[in-house]
């Protein structure tokens, strides 16, 4: 009976070996330095104190990468890298994981309670725009801010590493970020409705190619009706020339409507796959299973 007890004490032991050292590899998720795709990159925001930058790098964590390129971005990068102000403070920063081509781009944000009005799917947008794609990005702030300074710094991260972003989508983007949260916050729109209207807007630009601003305009006002959002004639007047703007970019739509697609389907799938929930399941009952029918066995 004392060896089936140790037996059992020593099972029990390795079983949560087990599962926390599952969870925490599952957290963790670090395989070392990727030599093709380059180090992880950080920028935090010139404003952060010493212990707010501290307080970030947990977030982001910053500890579980082997090695990193750490930035700042400051109002100079602003106004460098979109005509903003130059005195502004610069407080929500970014980690950046660059991934293969075709991999596509994910927005985390780390800190959603203190990003008050800049949501993932507008991050998504504004960033497909200036042309970043392939990549996990993670923003975080350890104070509220709007977020708008987020994608300055992952302007700053890829020009610091030799990606040279388009100059022009880069405003057209960060004008895409104040456009959108702007007339969510003076419309009293959901931010989601918004993030949805957008990218609504670019599928039917890719589909229908426009070739004047007029067709801008109408297909502006059709997914506005397709949605059933109701704005100002100052904001659709604000949406057609933003949308303006990026047809004479000559911007690729097609390859903008294509990563939007596969934002929008892969949690759909995943939610709506009852294969992979049922299979989970099974797979969790089936191992508690066995584990009590062992211990039963040993304490026959």
Known sequence: MKRKFSLLIVLMVLTAGFISSGTALASQGDKGINEKLGLPIVVYGEALSDSQKNEVAGLLEVDKHEEIDEFTVNGRDLADYIGGNPNSNMYSSVKILHKDNGKG???EIVTPDQITEVTKEMYANALLTAGVENAD??????VKVSGHSALTGIYKA???????LDQGRMKVASEELDVATSIAEKEG???AEISELLTEIKKA???QNPATKEEIENIVQEQLQALNIELSPEDRQRLVDLFEQMRSLNIDFNQ???QLNDL???LEKLINDEGFWNNLQSSVQKFFQSLSDFISSLLK
């Open 137 to 142: 990005v993670f923003v975080a702030s350890s």
């Open 205 to 207: 630009i890719a589909e």
């Open 264 to 266: 929008t389907g892969k």
């Open 158 to 164: 890829y020009d610091a590493k030799g990606v040279k």
């Open 189 to 191: 729109i959901d931010q």
């Open 256 to 258: 903008v409507k294509n």
């Open 105 to 107: 781009l994910n927005i």
